[in-house]
């Protein structure tokens, strides 16, 4: 990635958010956090829950929402889009360099993913760009490229709320609190389809099941950032959760890590 801008399109009603400003490539990348920053790291397996309550926290909170995996989303729309594929480790390379990726928010408080100047938010949401960011986050130019940019988004900000699958272990190993969500890969498959089907897309769970296995095998077998819960991360199992009891519980572990600050 060359240039990593984030836009604000509207006021964002519950996020404090930023004046617009770019990110440049050489953007200092700082090795760790600052000491008056907070940062909470939510990872876990596919359809644990990540997105939905990073949002929420974020919002609850008035901080900012850092959604990495869109990064790489992005990255795999596009070299589909060019006919790549990971076996060309050079031309993803490229297109990391020079893709042109904004983060804007729309007046209803989404975060809209641009690319190229396309809003790509649900394109890059299918089964289909899920399955080759997976594997196109397993190529170690691709990722580095990546984690760069996540780490200079995070360092303008005061307290950020960010998900995927290696925030609390490469990303921000420094960060005061790590989150790392799972839950069974049935109900996670069940949330999977109610979102496609939500969004107007094809949901077959079968289907769905069977692409959420192929991907935690993916992400947990990868020599590159493989999908673990760091060591000091606080462990929640969703399964038989409702999202507002798991934002709840989160919610008070931040308040707790808050309070103990010096």
């Given at each position: 990635?060359?240039?990593?801008?984030?836009l604000?399109a509207?006021p964002?009603?519950?996020?404090?958010?930023?004046?617009p400003?770019t990110l440049?490539?050489?953007?200092?990348?700082?090795?760790?956090?600052?000491?008056?920053?907070?940062i909470?790291t939510?990872?876990?397996?596919?359809?644990?829950?990540?997105s939905?309550?990073?949002?929420?926290?974020?919002?609850?909170?008035?901080?900012?929402?850092?959604?990495t995996?869109?990064?790489?989303?992005a990255?795999?729309?596009?070299?589909?889009?060019q006919?790549?594929?990971?076996?060309?480790?050079?031309?993803?390379?490229?297109?990391?360099?020079?893709?042109?990726?904004?983060?804007?928010?729309?007046?209803?408080?989404d975060?809209?993913v641009?690319?190229?100047?396309?809003?790509?938010?649900?394109a890059?949401?299918?089964?289909?760009?899920?399955?080759?960011?997976?594997?196109?986050?397993?190529?170690?130019?691709?990722r580095?490229?990546?984690v760069?940019?996540?780490?200079?988004?995070?360092?303008?900000?005061?307290?950020?709320?960010?998900?995927?699958?290696?925030?609390?272990?490469?990303v921000?190993p420094?960060a005061?609190?790590?989150?790392?969500?799972?839950?069974?890969?049935?109900?996670?498959?069940?949330r999977?389809?109610?979102?496609?089907?939500?969004?107007?897309?094809?949901a077959?769970?079968?289907q769905?099941?069977?692409?959420?296995?192929?991907?935690?095998?993916?992400?947990?077998t990868?020599?590159?950032?493989p999908?673990?819960?760091?060591?000091?991360?606080?462990?929640?199992?969703?399964?038989?959760?409702?999202?507002?009891?798991?934002?709840?519980?989160v919610?008070?572990?931040i308040?707790?890590?808050?309070?103990?600050r010096?």
């Amino acid at each position: 990635l060359r240039v990593f801008r984030v836009l604000r399109a509207a006021p964002f009603p519950l996020i404090a958010a930023p004046r617009p400003y770019t990110l440049s490539a050489r953007t200092p990348r700082p090795t760790k956090e600052t000491s008056s920053q907070m940062i909470v790291t939510i990872d876990g397996p596919a359809g644990s829950g990540k997105s939905s309550l990073a949002k929420r926290v974020a919002k609850a909170l008035r901080w900012m929402y850092l959604d990495t995996g869109a990064t790489y989303r992005a990255v795999a729309y596009q070299a589909q889009r060019q006919g790549l594929d990971i076996h060309q480790p050079e031309e993803l390379d490229r297109l990391c360099r020079t893709l042109d990726l904004d983060f804007q928010w729309a007046d209803n408080g989404d975060l809209r993913v641009i690319v190229d100047g396309a809003d790509v938010s649900d394109a890059i949401r299918t089964e289909q760009i899920s399955s080759f960011a997976s594997r196109v986050a397993t190529l170690p130019q691709v990722r580095n490229a990546m984690v760069d940019k996540q780490r200079q988004l995070a360092a303008q900000f005061d307290n950020v709320v960010t998900e995927g699958r290696d925030q609390g272990t490469v990303v921000f190993p420094h960060a005061q609190l790590k989150i790392f969500l799972d839950a069974s890969v049935e109900e996670r498959a069940k949330r999977r389809q109610l979102q496609l089907e939500q969004s107007g897309q094809p949901a077959d769970y079968d289907q769905i099941l069977q692409a959420i296995r192929q991907r935690d095998n993916q992400d947990s077998t990868r020599a590159t950032a493989p999908l673990v819960a760091a060591e000091d991360a606080v462990k929640l199992d969703t399964t038989n959760l409702t999202l507002d009891q798991v934002e709840t519980k989160v919610l008070e572990l931040i308040q707790a890590k808050r309070s103990s600050r010096p």
